[in-house]
């Protein structure tokens, strides 16, 4: 009967009531997209390096070896030597190891120089392993492999002539126009810093460095009239065989003599801690190895101050939303004192009118709670893919989780808390109140 007598009066009130379901229903969807946001954030984030039992790089913090390595974030402060790299390759307790080689660019992209390892061993998210969009990987000097991001915003595809530059930053100033590459694969996208990494071999980087000293390319060995980067890319475009074979000549490979860190799979995670400790002690040149997994949860433990901030702003929208609610209840109590005085006269209890508007509090509550999830769970379904090619930001807005689920609960509670007050109102007003109307 109560649900009947709260039902005719909300639709009574429809417009009042719309409102402030409207109003409840866009602060409970501000507050599940930040938090659908934040997790997922947070698990991309995480899902950023996976299978790597330690990295290895120069002595220097943690984080930092950790920016620089995975995420492609400012530059290491030194080097490792190339026979550190063969020695820790051979140690019994390493399966695999991958050696990574960072200090050019291209229009912003950072340039990796590895070997065929990365594509075999690296992991991201869940295991998964590296994928082609389309091509294949490098097998020799001056072929390049893209990053999806890279190939999509700068519009590369196969046999496309790529010049890096000497250097990190946006500008391309000094370039290696007299060595361009050919996109030989283009990755499918990781949603990681993987995609946006041009990805060439370790004697490429040894290479196109052959004629540089301190940065600086020598005189002797300056493009001629004629290998300007137009030229080079014509020429690369309708003869690759003949440019590859001209850069051999050029550049013959030969080792590199250092690289900037490394990435070793073993052969039993147990193992990581002691080898860690064995490779901090390392005599040979000063050495830090991390666990990718430890240093991650520190450098996201710095974001924990502006994620509790983000959370607490959508709380306090929702209260706003609540206290909306309340509101409205409240401000209608007078105009209803009627409605209440023939409640109680048909024979109503005063907790029964209490009720009633208990019931409408909740309802309200209700009916915004599952509105705003309908909402967010519609507009992630449309943002999605856009948020997967442009952030990397894997969403699934069906899935939703324990933690979403109790702050939904905690809105109802909340709506209910709310109805409270207007139900106490009407608890504690008499029948003689609401039938003798004051002037």
Same mark, same amino acid.
């Given at each position: /009967? ?71 974030? &400012?530059?290491?402060? #030194? #080097? ?22 960072? &200090? ?7 340039? $990796? ?6 594509? =075999? ?8 392993? $590296? ?42 100033? /000094? ?85 900037? %860190?490394?990435?070793?799979?073993? #052969? ?12 901090? =002690? ?51 109590? #007078? ?37 705003? %999830?309908?909402?967010?769970?519609? $507009? ?23 933690? =979403? ?6 809105? $109802? ?18 029948? %003689?109140? &609401? ?5």
């Amino acid at each position: /009967m109560l649900l009947k007598i709260a039902r005719a009066s909300l639709w009574n009130r429809r417009f009042s009531v719309l409102l402030t379901v409207f109003t409840i229903a866009v602060s409970v969807a501000l507050l599940l997209a930040v938090e659908r946001l934040r997790s997922e954030t947070r698990r991309s984030f995480a899902s950023t390096i996976s299978g790597t039992d330690l990295i290895v790089g120069a002595r220097t913090g943690p984080v930092q070896l950790l920016l620089y390595s995975v995420f492609r974030i &400012g530059d290491a402060t #030194n #080097n490792i030597r190339y026979a550190s790299y063969e020695e820790l390759a051979a140690l019994p307790q390493v399966k695999w190891a991958i050696p990574i080689s960072l &200090g050019d660019s291209h229009q912003g992209y950072r340039v $990796l120089g590895t070997t065929a390892a990365y594509f =075999e061993h690296f992991r991201y998210g869940r295991q998964q392993a $590296l994928a082609f969009a389309a091509g294949t990987r490098f097998d020799g000097l001056q072929e390049v492999v893209l990053g999806y991001e890279v190939a999509r915003r700068l519009g590369y595809d196969l046999g496309d002539s790529v010049v890096v530059a000497h250097g990190g930053g946006r500008h391309d100033i /000094m370039k290696h126009d007299d060595a361009p590459f050919r996109v030989v694969g283009i990755l499918a996208p990781t949603g990681t810093p993987v995609d946006r990494t041009l990805h060439v071999s370790l004697e490429s980087i040894e290479a196109i460095h052959a004629d540089w000293q301190s940065g600086v390319r020598i005189p002797r060995r300056a493009p001629t009239d004629g290998t300007d980067e137009h030229t080079a890319h014509d020429h690369d475009s309708h003869n690759h065989d003949s440019a590859d074979h001209d850069s051999h000549d050029a550049h013959p490979p030969k080792p590199p003599q250092t690289l900037s %860190a490394v990435f070793l799979g073993l #052969n039993n995670r147990a193992a990581a801690f002691g080898l860690q400790r064995q490779i901090n =002690e390392y005599a040979g040149e000063p050495l830090l190895a991390i666990l990718p997994a430890m240093t991650l949860s520190q450098l996201w433990s710095l974001t924990g101050v502006a994620e509790s901030a983000l959370l607490l702003v959508s709380a306090c929208v929702v209260v706003a939303g609540l206290l909306g609610m309340l509101s409205a209840l409240v401000t209608t109590l #007078n105009e209803r004192r009627r409605e209440m005085a023939i409640l109680r006269a048909l024979g109503a209890r005063p907790w029964q009118v209490g009720a009633l508007l208990l019931l409408e509090s909740a309802s309200l509550a209700l009916a915004g709670t599952l509105l705003g %999830a309908l909402a967010v769970t519609a $507009l992630l379904a449309a943002l999605a893919p856009w948020l997967a090619s442009s952030y990397g930001l894997f969403l699934q807005p069906l899935a939703f989780s324990l933690r =979403e689920a109790g702050l939904l609960g905690l809105v $109802l509670a909340g709506g209910v808390v709310a109805g409270l007050v207007p139900a106490l109102l009407a608890y504690h007003r008499s029948l %003689a109140d &609401g039938l003798t109307l004051r002037t």
